[in-house]
């Protein structure tokens, strides 16, 4: 197991006393995070229908070993995910569905893999940030937890990190702005070289003609059709997830053939289509209001006026 430590900032120095209310909220939100984030590295996805997976409630089964006085201080110990599930997490096992094949995924607690979110958040580019919305909701959760009358919370013990992760309510709004930012699925078509294959997983791999690699998710597959295909240039259609910053995260794939002569159009990254407002008012001048509508009106009222005119008059 994994020692980590979560203080709440600025509360009586020499004495424990926290309100049970704030206690409650910042295990609650923390618990939530490293759950949606570890499913989100694993699995694609925080939230999915049906019954949470038994090595999940096993990875989130964190013990409370200590709490001290001096801004409450909470000591725990998680499990890593090898010592969760040796089979699924063990070396040359399953790793993260985003990144590149590294064996020491396993190493990590779900409170590490939440944690490193939190930081790229704060600290990294935004096109590094790898979440989907519901994920994002629960990171500005976990920030407003300190807004219960703490300067912060502090998470310690992360892997790979030597100084304590601060996050602050503040950083609430600026998360929220991520989360609102994030494009939402969209249907696509992409063609590629299916170069992974997973026997134990719904996952797939595509690597686009520039060289950049496309996770899917399938979750009904013919394993053995599919390993014929290796190597093989391949197109999927499916909805398309995106980062926060609008660049391809994964496929939900729906379909995979392959490819033909006129599907080398689909061999880009699909980009994700902004939200467009469908009505943007602007101020009344000679181009818009009652003057673009009727042409120049020979009265001295104004076009508010002459609207309410109408409307009393219909």
């Keep these: ?13 020499d004495e424990l006393r926290i309100s049970a209310t704030v206690l409650h909220e910042a295990v609650g939100a923390l618990l939530e995070g490293a759950r949606m984030a570890t499913r989100f590295a694993v699995e694609g996805e925080s939230v999915r229908k049906g019954p949470r997976p038994a090595w999940l409630d096993s990875a ?13 201080i909470i000591a725990m110990e998680a499990h890593t995910l090898r010592e969760v599930d040796q089979t699924r997490f063990g070396v040359g096992a ?4 985003f990144g590149e094949p590294d064996d020491r995924f396993g190493e990590q607690t779900a409170i590490d893999i939440f944690g490193q979110l939190l930081a790229t958040i704060l600290e990294g580019e935004r096109d590094d940030v790898v979440a989907d919305r519901a994920l994002l909701d629960s990171c500005a959760r976990f920030a407003r937890v300190s807004g219960g009358g703490y300067d912060g919370i502090s998470l310690e013990g992360l892997r790979g990190r030597t100084a304590p992760l601060v996050i602050r309510s503040s950083d ?3 998360i929220e702005l991520l ?3 994030t494009p939402r699925p969209q249907a696509a078509r992409v063609a590629g070289t299916l170069d992974t294959v997973s026997a134990s997983r719904s996952d797939v791999v595509l690597t686009l003609k520039d060289g950049t690699r496309v996770p899917g998710r399938m979750e009904e597959h013919n394993l053995e059709a599919l390993r ?6 391949v197109v999927v259609s499916g909805m398309a997830h995106y980062r926060p910053s609008g660049r391809l995260l994964l496929v939900d794939v729906e379909a995979l053939d392959v490819a033909r002569a006129e599907d080398r159009v689909f061999q880009k990254a699909p980009v994700a289509r902004k939200q ?10 000679d181009t818009s209001g009652v003057s673009a509508f009727f042409g120049t009106w020979p009265g001295e009222e104004t076009d508010a006026e002459l609207l309410e005119a109408l409307r009393a008059i219909g």
């Excluded at 989130?60 to 409450?72: H, I, P, R």
């Excluded at 399953?94 to 569905?97: A, E, K, N, R, V």
């Design 228 to 233: 014929s295909l290796l190597g093989k240039e």
């Design 60 to 72: 989130c089964d964190f013990e409370v070993t200590g709490l001290s006085a001096g801004s409450a």
């Design 179 to 181: 989360r609102d930012e």
């Design 1 to 13: 197991m994994n020692k980590h430590k979560l203080t709440l900032l600025g509360g009586l120095p």
């Design 172 to 174: 609430a709004p600026r």
């Design 94 to 97: 399953q790793q993260s569905l």
């Design 276 to 285: 467009k407002v469908v009505i943007e008012p602007t101020g009344a001048s």
